[in-house]
């Protein structure tokens, strides 16, 4: 098993729609969750750190599930704007050498359409 | 200030070229990271510095060598570089090297390797 999994889309939504996507995550004793969104050809840019079951942040809400070892992220009322690639990231599976060593999802891609 | 800035920001190189990457941050962070990213696919790890020591390498070809001249600079020293090693070199920093801190990108360098 991947250590994250994200379906890769595109996930086609129309403006002013929502959209949930999930990502599954191997390692079960992460205590810290979060997803970037990188547009074509730039750097990935924070959009959400998760410490406990969820955090929300606007038209954005993530929700954790420890138990089936998923988080999703919900888009509200989506914007043209929203139209990105998003990529879950949850730290990578070790001991204290591996502090600072991040496990990237490849992924999940909305297109949000007039 | 969540700003990274890395120079240049294109650089087109031949095999037998010697180049350097340049990555700065001035938010007091004590952590500083170098990835690679290639076309859709997620950024992969290639050295964390921590407290301005190298505290790991991803098993990256000597042909790049990493420097941390002080807490707010971090460089990638190139050479006798392959086609295959094109991709954008994405720089970040965190508060420290931990699971729990997020990590911020600079807008990378888009390398060439001719």
């Known amino acids: 098993r991947k250590e994250v999994e994200q379906d890769p889309g595109p996930f086609n939504v129309p403006e002013g729609a929502t959209v949930a996507f999930n990502c599954t995550y191997s390692?079960?004793?992460?205590?810290?969750f979060f997803w970037y969104r990188q547009d074509c050809r730039k750097e990935p840019k924070l959009l959400m750190s998760?410490?406990?079951s969820g955090n929300e942040d606007g038209r954005f809400t993530a929700q954790l599930n420890r138990a089936s070892q998923y988080i999703s992220l919900l888009i509200r009322d989506s914007k043209l704007s929203d139209s990105a690639t998003y990529l879950c990231?949850?730290?990578?599976?070790?001991?204290?050498?591996?502090?600072?060593?991040?496990?990237f999802g490849a992924g999940t891609q909305v297109v949000v359409t007039p | 200030d969540t700003e990274v800035t890395q120079t240049p920001k294109h650089l087109v190189m031949g095999m037998t070229n010697k180049k350097s990457l340049k990555c700065e941050q001035h938010?007091?962070?004590?952590?500083m990271y170098w990835y690679k990213q290639k076309a859709k696919k997620p950024p992969e790890l290639m050295f964390v510095?921590?407290?301005?020591?190298?505290?790991i390498n991803e098993s990256v070809p000597s042909r790049f060598s990493p420097e941390c001249p002080n807490s707010s600079l971090l460089n990638l020293h190139l050479h006798a570089l392959q086609p295959e090693d094109s991709a954008l070199y994405l720089c970040a920093s965190s508060q420290e090297a931990s699971d729990y801190n997020e990590q911020f990108f600079g807008p990378g360098t888009r390398l060439t390797v001719l």
């Open positions: 390692n079960s004793a992460s205590q810290s």
């Open positions: 938010m007091g962070h004590r952590a």
């Open positions: 990231v949850v730290p990578a599976e070790g001991i204290t050498d591996s502090w600072g060593k991040l496990q």
């Open positions: 510095y921590s407290y301005e020591k190298l505290s």
């Open positions: 998760v410490y406990s």
